[in-house]
């Protein structure tokens, strides 16, 4: 994926989008990964990675967890700044689900430049999935 | 409230209540696992001589990581909470603001910042500050979730 330089950013730039399916075995890896640790004393799978529990919710199918399906909005915007150091000391990213993302989901994440100065960018967010329904939106911010 | 643990309900989150600092110890292993998993290929997170060529010490953990040093779920446990069952992620916030290396020890704040009702759902928000052993901020977010009320959590008898 190509990198911006500072100057190079305009109103209204599209960053180049980043693909992802989402699959049961990345939905139970973030489990194990990030879940189980957190949860010390009590941990299960919980309704993410279990359907049985899933049966029991709502949706009545596992979804994905939305701390995974957001992290990949980390990666678009890394990949594209001049420098990631803009990101990592600095950046913002506020996200809002809106429609639950399934196992085997393929989720598009799209960004586009809303303002730009000598010091900062800011981008609308937003993650479609295969049938272009949007799933995630939000705003990020970066230092240039 | 009390330390007992407990569901932690819609009715019994408080606005402004700070939960006990959470202490988490940052691993290669899991930076690597968050790498491979995000597949970020990015030299600064994988290859400590690039990482060091861009000014960093060693490599740097993807930000998105506060959401295991900073998770809500593990604030609520070692504070003698418990998730209530079924909550839905709803909304995110994050600031990234100084990088996070393997061998740190991070220990995070957790507040409750809201709670509210909406469509019939029930939601409560957190806002989680987040130190490394210097003192240093490395992040903050705010989380947002659908909540359980207590009549879910504990029906009657």
């Known amino acids: 994926m190509p990198q911006a330089t500072s100057i190079d950013i305009k109103k209204g730039d599209s960053l180049p989008t980043l693909t992802r399916t989402i699959t049961e075995e990345m939905v139970i890896a973030y489990e194990e990964l990030f879940e189980r640790i957190a949860a010390r004393s009590d941990w299960k799978a919980s309704f993410h990675a279990d359907r049985e529990a899933a049966a029991q919710t709502m949706y009545q199918e596992p979804i994905a967890q939305g701390v995974l399906t957001e992290a990949f909005f980390s990666v678009l915007i890394s990949r594209w700044l001049p420098d990631p150091k803009g990101w990592i000391e600095g950046g913002t990213l506020t996200t809002k689900f809106i429609a639950p993302v399934w196992y085997g989901d393929t989720l598009t994440y799209h960004a586009e430049v809303s303002e730009v100065d000598s010091r900062s960018v800011r981008l609308n967010i937003w993650a479609e999935d295969q049938n272009t329904k949007k799933v995630i939106v939000g705003q990020a911010s970066a230092l240039l | ?157």
């Not at chain 2, 953990?61 to 040093?69: A, F, R, T």
């Not at chain 2, 992620?89 to 603001?97: A, D, E, Q, T, V």
């Open chain 2, 1 to 157: 409230m009390n330390n007992a643990p407990t569901p932690l309900t819609y009715e019994d989150a408080q606005i402004g209540f700070e939960f006990a600092p959470y202490v988490f110890h940052v691993t290669r292993d899991l930076i690597d696992r968050l790498a491979d998993l995000l597949q970020e290929d990015l030299p600064v997170f994988r290859d400590p001589a690039s990482a060091r060529e861009a000014g960093y010490s060693d490599i740097v953990s993807i930000p998105v990581l506060v959401n295991c040093y900073a998770h809500f779920i593990a604030i609520l446990d070692s504070a003698g909470y418990r998730r209530p069952g079924e909550s839905f992620h709803s909304r995110s916030g994050f600031k990234f603001i100084a990088p996070v290396y393997a061998g740190d020890t991070i220990t995070s704040k957790m507040k409750i910042v809201d709670k509210w009702v909406k469509r019939d759902h029930q939601y409560v928000a957190f806002n989680i500050e987040s130190r490394n052993q210097h003192g240093q901020l490395v992040a903050e977010k705010y989380h947002a979730s659908v909540w359980p009320s207590e009549a879910t959590v504990r029906p009657s008898p």
